[in-house]
């Protein structure tokens, strides 16, 4: 399945054509999302899971403490199938620590939740992290040529993290 359409050209694509959208969506839905098959985690487009335990428990200490993370970027389809254009690091993290794949690790500030999984985290921020409202822009099927041009300018690991893991 892909989620680009080749235009057989290398204009750039139709300004008036691609619609993007701003919505919020919970922590609790996109991983639903997963569970059911309606987000593709790795489109063929996207690089491999390079983040560490460390990086990834920041990102999870950041929901907890109601830090806002940076926006991503999903492509849905016309089943309502939807893949990962920018986020992919991000959401993988989470999605792991709610399947219980690490071990928090290398905390900042809430250092007695080192070495606990999601089960073992108190009821409040379990839920303060299935709660938490991603920002999602979703757009159409987009060409390969809005896509190059898309992975160009958004920066792939928020400088937050990139320096800390």
């Not at 970027?73 to 309502?80: I, K, L």
Request: with cysteine; proline share 4%; charged share 20%.
């Amino acid at each position: 399945m892909s989620f680009f359409y080749d235009d057989g050209t290398n204009e750039p694509y139709d300004a008036n054509s691609i619609r993007i959208e701003q919505k919020n969506f919970s922590v609790f839905q996109v991983m639903h999302w997963i569970d059911t098959n309606m987000l593709i985690m790795q489109p063929e487009f996207q690089r491999n899971l390079v983040w560490n335990v460390k990086a990834k428990s920041l990102l999870i200490e950041s929901l907890i403490l109601r830090i806002p993370i940076p926006v991503f970027y999903f492509s849905e389809d016309y089943n309502g199938v939807k893949a990962i254009i920018d986020g992919l690091q991000r959401t993988s993290a989470i999605y792991e620590y709610l399947s219980g794949k690490y071990k928090l690790k290398g905390l900042q500030y809430l250092k007695d939740c080192d070495g606990l999984t999601f089960e073992q985290l108190s009821p409040n921020y379990r839920r303060r992290i299935e709660d938490t409202q991603l920002s999602i822009n979703m757009s159409t099927l987009l060409s390969a040529n809005c896509f190059s041009h898309l992975d160009k300018v958004l920066n792939p690991i928020p400088r937050f993290l990139a320096h800390s893991a």
